[in-house]
């Protein structure tokens, strides 16, 4: 007997190896977006203390440039192009820095949402980071 196809022993067989595959692969792609999000805040965050800084060593008034802020952060052009929000990328997120004498917002937010990261942060004056 000459029978062409696949018998459901071989079909189960490649099912539990793609499984397998499956199982293997998700969770590495849930720790990498994880990752991205913690670097993100965590650049957010060192952004918002130099602001800070720079507000309490100029008697309460905030950075309104990037060579401002580069006095308390050295990468601080890494992550603003400009004072007025244009955006840089790093890594997976975009970066947009708005500063002006009396405040700033920072964001950041996934280049490729769902795939970098689900999350966009902002952090403003004060120190208040939020998603």
């Known amino acids: 007997m000459n029978k062409k196809g ?3 022993v071989e079909i189960i ?5 793609v499984v397998l595959l499956a199982a ?12 991205n ?29 990037v060579a401002e802020l580069t006095e308390f952060i050295a990468s601080a052009g890494s992550y603003c192009a400009n004072a007025a929000g244009a955006t840089t990328v790093v890594g997976e997120y ?5 500063l002006s004498g009396s405040g700033y917002t920072f964001t950041a937010s996934p280049v490729i949402a769902g795939a970098n990261g689900t999350v966009t942060y ?5 120190g208040v980071l939020t998603p």
Request: charge should be positive.
């Open 37 to 65: 999000a913690t670097g993100a805040r965590e650049n957010l965050r060192k952004l918002s203390v130099a602001a800070e800084n720079y507000s309490s060593s100029h008697r309460g008034a905030y950075p309104v440039s």
């Open 13 to 17: 067989i490649i099912l539990v190896i």
């Open 122 to 126: 902002t952090a403003t004056t004060g």
């Open 24 to 35: 293997i692969a998700i969770p590495y792609l849930t720790a990498s977006e994880k990752a």
């Open 6 to 8: 696949f018998v459901l």
């Open 94 to 98: 975009s970066y947009a820095c708005t």
